[in-house]
């Protein structure tokens, strides 16, 4: 465990938090004027971004993304309001020449960040065009310009398909009870997972946009799952095919858009891999705002996804633990991240998989320096948890506690048990020798002492 | 579906509610006095507890069984208050004679019923002895006499171990930390299938009282669910050498009394059961306020247990849609038992399993009559959700708006697909072929509004 | 209670659900074409909407009323889609010209469903203007529209200002800390209560769109109470000068767009329609979805809010118990409406209040008929509510078992109490003088049973 | 703010886990032997119970409590489970004579802890007796024990009746619907506001244990609150009557042991007091746990409190985010003992109130020692959390940004609403003057980024 470099963004942060808070709004409204950048070209302009944010230092390590849907796509929108993002990039148009400049901005973005990943969806970097030939030609335009800025640092951590936002996905994709969608979402994952390997991509991840269901009532839940299993079938036959050697990613959700989200929680699609055989083939990516939507904290998943050996990946954000959707935060709790980090240390890290910002940035955060502000302290939380995880292991008493709790179980007929030689007869003859066992405190108030006094 | 022969208790709970509205508190106290029975033999009185309640008749085929525990044992005590619960059988110990009397009591409850199954666990019906040695004898006494009570007809649905309540399992039984305790538990389960044998029960259950954490910073999960797993393949092996046909059911709880317990929904207990290879082995006892504290429909738990083939037994009981802890509540929304006899109907029936009331009385129902009331109505709604689901089944329109919605996949293609043959490039093909697909109106509200008509 | 004329929508839906189970998808697309209506005049087209639709017939002491915003603005579109409803009616735009056609077709949808009443936000019914001035421009000119096509017997149950959608109203409207946003809604809300006064209104709504908090560390919530409170008093205060006679009304939620709505549930709006001295000039508008958000039953909030004098309206929909946020789903649940109409009946009915359907067609119903469908359900619905209530009030015995538990009161020294004379040393010397008080069985299952029984 | 003398626990701490963390179990079971303490004297023992703890130092003014009722009546009895605490001064029984050797134990458990104030119920201090009157002797009789013990120093927080745990209680105390249960009620809190008067208690809590319905089918809601309100009416002119100047409090919980208890929370309670006449003559204890149960942060809740000026008390603790029901736990995260502590310096403290564990151990925590660490990271918690508000208020950046966000209304138009002068025709006159408004960002991120640095 020696030689931990630890990330220190603490003297930064606060120099961060000094300028921002008095920063002012954008000066560059939706259409990009003369006095930004340089105004003409508003399909090639190759101007900065991000004027006066300078470039970020950190450890790699942590194999940290960028979400290029939430940091570019997102606008703010919601259920009850209109778009209220106005990057000075845009410029208002879903073109082909908007989503290169978007492009554009995002690697302005990684490069000031210092990370040297990114993840997307198709329908993210490149338009929809009127078919699916047209689209795949869009996508092929922008992947190109990605796979040129990206230059040799840079790299997908993983890409996947968008086959929840266009209506024809609305009662799924591979659990869509229309053959013609099946097809059509097939196609998708086929392009998609052909561009992701191309860009260097190091995994492909499946979330279950809409595979799911509204009600029971109108559903056939045990066909759309042997649907959902033919498909994941087919994936993997073709990676392997196009020689995609990147992780194939399940990302469990409970609910929302659907009532029933059939990859609820880790244990749920761990089932699923079981029952049709693909459980070598994939692993999971754990998202904590999910988590803690499914009922189960966060630190629970990524245990249950890791002693399934199917750990692999994790969408770093948070939920509001008394909000009931998933509110896609940057995770800055402190004692939370230790909580992570303590799972990611157990699993050996995460490579090929990291660290992926699936978080967005609050509908009232309206400003560029919002952005950095919410990245730096997500990736700065992270590496304090990393921090009190090193000072709870060189401490050591939590891990003693724990072990001394089990050590009734590190002797021979223990050893006997955990061999699965143990029958009843031979466990009730025992019972009956050694009578009343004394039962011993399992110090809970204690471990969370240390735990927190790690903090 | 034809010659059913539905419940008809309507008539009949009229009648019931006309005499019940006007009833008194019990007459008798804790204490038996000599007007209350023959008041002189307190350990074997064999007079009638229920004076004034007539026989109910009803078809069996629901195969309804009555819970030991909460109807005999249940006492009306909650975190907060004391017993409220002064049945005039109960002297106010714990001993034998007293397990007899109240094993008399169950068995004239269970015929004036009508109905011909019970659910116990051991410690429900016998008292712990000073060793195990004790509290089995003492097992033995009781279970003589159930067997004679028994006669031809009424036998148990199942049997299984109380491993919750002595403080030895204050940290779980199988997934103990301490080998004492799970040697205990052992012994504990291998007497309980013994009696369950002996008594002629169809299943045994193990539901995983405290099999599970209250914090993960104490607790090696990996490990104990390890345990879990040599413990049941023991179970296994020793029902085989009893020559024990009854099936091994798990019911599966989220929570409490853990934070998390191991068997948290239908889906982690099949996860667990293929992971460890005993798929083929178990059946899931369903409990209606398990699956909502879990965050799913009692119908999606139904489903997804019969889907994965493990639909064994029914939990009849419900929670309050507000409340956060297992209420179990006698089940009386006539929607709710729709949907349950919905599943139980697609299933084929339940046997060897059936539906246990594993429901209790309120706190503050505390009148003989209530107990009646209660399964009575228990029973009605059930009865009720089976017509309206044969009248869903004479009506077909439902079936017919599910069928449609799948009928591009009852073509060669869908067959294809279905039998895992079209790969990616084939349905590339299609897509493009194709255009883009038509979609079609899911019809969620007209699902809804036929099935509340046949309310 | 003589003369109850009962709703009997069931011959109706039975012959609804036969033709519609084989409806086709919408002829028409977006782009409305040649064969749909006239085709020629997108602004002015006068044609039929809905052909092959029936006049739907009723009593109306119901006083239903059509939401404008789910029926005619809902768009299908959720955080995860776009917008899947393309009625034909619709050419893409928002332009005041189509403003005024939708403006048509919701009253050949109220005249084809037989309701008298629709509610409205006035952004929903005419576009936003380039200035404030412009707004009001369209408003009044769609309003205008709308007054024609009232005729006689039409006319808003309520209208309120839409406060939430645009990007200014972000961090609330009435609650923003812009003073500017502040007197921008002041604006709004006063125009809004002058064309719902011209139209012949019969309430006003302030539904708390964004008037909460995101997160507490950037809020002063006392402040923030402070100024709604100024606000409101200002629309009292306006609301006199026009000599508007409906009542206005406050529509708890707990949450969603905020995290804390201020408005979270009716105990929380009356507390601070006390606090601020505004109790008798406001009543609430309890919607069923938002009172189980808020941890309550629809029945609890209908009852607070009448027990606090401020029963004044019910937005008609229902939530699924599994799901966290406000799903706005038609209310079909019979269980559920015959406890609403009971608190309807003890409240003597709702007027000048009524049912707003606020409720929106699932995402993935988009045949013009689920619109028809999805209301005339949930009108049944009611109407079959209403029906079991007559029954239990005809039947008497729940009424019966409730004044059974209560008729200690009903003596001399229960008047006493009652009337606020009896003191804790009165009390002591009859808690001495009686002894140890017999408890009462709560009769919970059989008031439950009687209750079902009704269904 | 200046003088601050924070509590550094930590040097403690870190000794207090070396040492504890290879506890042993305690030596002495229920039993009291003559190995433990002499031995001879079960009822007046006077020697130490807690052997080998030393006496632990802090300054006092965050007026810290022990709950005598968790603390010394906490049986680690669970629905699923007996008692598993076995304390060596208890004898299993609920003699008075045990009464008072517990009481001691409080005094000395105080002492060393060097907490100068504790909690109680009437009933958790003595044993209730066969009449009222043999209760109330009971109670006298602890309590003068209980004054000698007290000394100068030490005085009860706060004193209250238990009405909740006796079967008398099932269905509530002041609303219950049986007159001579509100009568018992009422002499119970007389003589609990007596005795809790007599021993100097600072003030007089009403927790309204089962004051709420299980159903509201069986309750007249509306009567019940009457009763309540007159009941607290009693209360207040018998304060009055004794002389007794202490804060009345009631305390919020939205559930448990009801489906609905009657002080949901903060507003539902403010609505209470302000319905009835009584706000100026409570305030409220808010619990932390309880908060989070009625889907609010413990931050709101206090925030809420304070705003309606009724911020009297805090019970620490905290619930477990993924649990729903009361949980009691120590509360150890240190952000949320930093928000907590940002409301109490808002509220310029609390005294007389101060801050009461109402915090359990956890069932599996059974060593005597697991009592003083719970106490002690408990106070170290809320300590650290204190020390975090001093850096926040000395950094000044979290203000700054709140007030930046109100400038607006710091102006004289701001002045002009905030007096309530502002109509709506002069604020749709500055509406069209001013034009759009600019929005700003909320710059949560950066809130939560400052907030965290202080952790």
């Known amino acids: 465990m020696e030689g931990w470099k630890l990330l220190l963004f603490l003297f930064y942060l606060n120099l961060v938090s000094f300028t921002l808070i008095v920063a002012d709004p954008p000066k560059c409204p939706v259409n990009i004027g003369t006095e930004c950048g340089d105004g003409h070209d508003s399909g090639e302009w190759k101007g ?7 470039n970020i230092k950190y450890e790699d390590w942590m194999r940290f993304s960028v979400a290029f849907w939430h940091t570019f796509r997102g606008t703010g ?81 993983w890409g996947t398909a968008q086959l929840f936002m266009h209506p024809r996905y609305m009662h799924g994709g591979a659990t869509s009870p229309d053959l013609g969608v099946y097809a059509y979402a097939a196609a998708q994952v086929k392009k ?8 260097g991509g190091e995994n492909y991840v499946f979330w279950g946009g809409r595979e799911g269901y509204q009600t029971l009532l109108n559903t056939d839940m045990e066909r759309e799952l042997d649907h959902m299993a033919r498909f994941f079938e087919a994936s993997i036959a073709y990676k392997k095919k196009i020689g995609f050697n990147g992780t194939l990613l399940i ?60 750990l692999g990946n994790i969408d770093a954000n948070t939920g509001d633990p008394q909000i009931g959707w998933d509110t896609d935060q940057f995770l800055m709790d402190i004692g939370e991240a230790t909580l992570v980090m303590l799972s990611v240390v157990r699993n050996g890290g995460l490579a090929p998989g990291g660290f992926n910002f699936d978080a967005k940035l ?50 021979d007929l223990g050893a006997e ?27 809970q108030e204690l471990a969370e002492m240390i735990f927190q006094s790690a903090m």
């Open 251 to 310: 990302e469990p959700k409970p609910q929302e858009p659907t009532k029933h989200q059939y990859d609820w929680d880790a244990a749920t699609a761990a089932n699923f891999l079981r029952k049709y055989g693909f459980i070598d083939e994939f692993k999971l990516n754990i998202e904590c705002n999910h988590a803690t939507l499914s009922g189960h904290s966060c630190h629970h998943e990524l245990e249950t996804a890791r002693i399934n050996g199917l």
């Open 48 to 54: 900065e971004f991000f004027p006066g944010i300078p």
């Open 417 to 443: 048990v955990e061999a699965g030689k143990a029958n009843f007869e031979l466990l009730e003859r025992k019972a009956m020798e050694w009578g009343e066992p004394e039962v011993l405190s399992a110090k």
């Open 362 to 411: 609050r509908r009232e955060s309206t400003y560029i320096d919002d952005l950095f502000i919410a990245h730096v302290a997500g990736m700065d939380t992270l590496a304090r948890g990393l921090r009190n995880v090193a000072k709870l292991i060189e401490d050591g008493s939590l891990a003693k506690l724990v072990q001394k709790r089990y050590q009734s179980f590190d002797t």
């Open 77 to 157: 929108g919601d259920p009850f309001g209109a778009p209220t993002k106005m990057w000075p990039w845009e410029d208002g148009t879903n073109s082909l020449a908007m989503a290169k400049r978007r492009m554009r901005a995002n690697f302005e973005f990684l490069e000031k960040l210092g990370v040297d990943r990114w993840c997307f969806h198709d329908r993210d970097i490149a338009p929809d065009g009127n078919t699916l030939q047209e689209s795949n030609s869009n996508l092929d335009e922008v992947v190109a310009l990605a796979k040129e800025l990206q230059g040799k640092k840079i790299r997908p951590l």
């Open 192 to 199: 998609a997972m052909e561009v992701t390997h191309y860009l």
